[in-house]
T-cell receptor, first 109, second 114 residues
Framework: RKEVEQDPGPFNVPEGATVAFNCTYSNSASQSFFWYRQDCRKEPKLLMSVYSSGNEDGRFTAQLNRASQYISLLIRDSKLSDSATYLC??????????FGAGTTVTVRA | ETGVTQSPTHLIKTRGQQVTLRCSSQSGHNTVSWYQQALGQGPQFIFQ???????GRGNFPPRFSGLQFPNYSSELNVNALELDDSALYLC?????????????FGSGTQLSVL
């Protein structure tokens, strides 16, 4: 079983729409959780950390459910510039980051 | 721009050859991690270096090795290249061991093994 699993998508949505997707992780001892964004074959960039209480950063909302071991990301009022691959990332207690394979989002005009 | 630079940006090798990839970490960052990203996959952790010593390794064979220098720059060496080694190799630096939230990635080296 993979450490982090994501729906690969693609999610194809119109501008202004809301899109949401999840990932699940296998290591119940995981300590930290993140969403990274990666544009086509470029380096991943940190989008936001994910906290147990849930957190927002502008149009982006992240949620963590430790009991079910899943993390979600919701994007409101989608922009063309939101088109990217979103990587779910989990950090265990050994400083290693485990990445999911990514969820592709395409926002169309 | 993250301040993490990798070289070369692209590289073509043949099976059985050896390759060295280089990474200069962001100023002041003493921890460097290397990741391999195959097409359609997420980055996979290779190893991490902290103060010139390997500190944690992923599920990669010994032919993947590395170094970190006193200026915190780093090298990734891969011996006896295989076709499956074709991937984007990413270097990431951070301020201190364990501070993964503040990982800064370089733009990567695209390695093709023919």
């Amino acid at each position: 079983r993979k450490e982090v699993e994501q729906d690969p998508g693609p999610f194809n949505v119109p501008e202004g729409a809301t899109v949401a997707f999840n990932c699940t992780y296998s290591n119940s001892a995981s300590q930290s959780f993140f969403w990274y964004r990666q544009d086509c074959r470029k380096e991943p960039k940190l989008l936001m950390s994910v906290y147990s209480s849930g957190n927002e950063d502008g149009r982006f909302t992240a949620q963590l459910n430790r009991a079910s071991q899943y993390i979600s990301l919701l994007i409101r009022d989608s922009k063309l510039s939101d088109s990217a691959t979103y990587l779910c990332v989990v950090n265990g207690d050994d400083y290693k980051l485990s990445f999911g394979a990514g969820t592709t989002v395409t926002v169309r005009a | 721009e993250t301040g993490v630079t990798q070289s070369p940006t692209h590289l073509i090798k043949t099976r059985g050859q050896q390759v060295t990839l280089r990474c200069s970490s962001q100023s002041g960052h003493n921890t460097v991690s290397w990741y391999q990203q195959a097409l359609g996959q997420g980055p996979q952790f290779i190893f991490q270096y902290y103060r010139e010593e390997e500190n944690g390794r992923g599920n990669f064979p010994p032919r993947f090795s590395g170094l970190q220098f006193p200026n915190y720059s780093s090298e990734l060496n891969v011996n006896a290249l295989e076709l499956d080694d074709s991937a984007l190799y990413l270097c990431a630096s951070s301020l201190a061991q364990g501070e993964n939230e503040k990982l800064f990635f370089g733009s990567g080296t695209q390695l093709s093994v023919l």
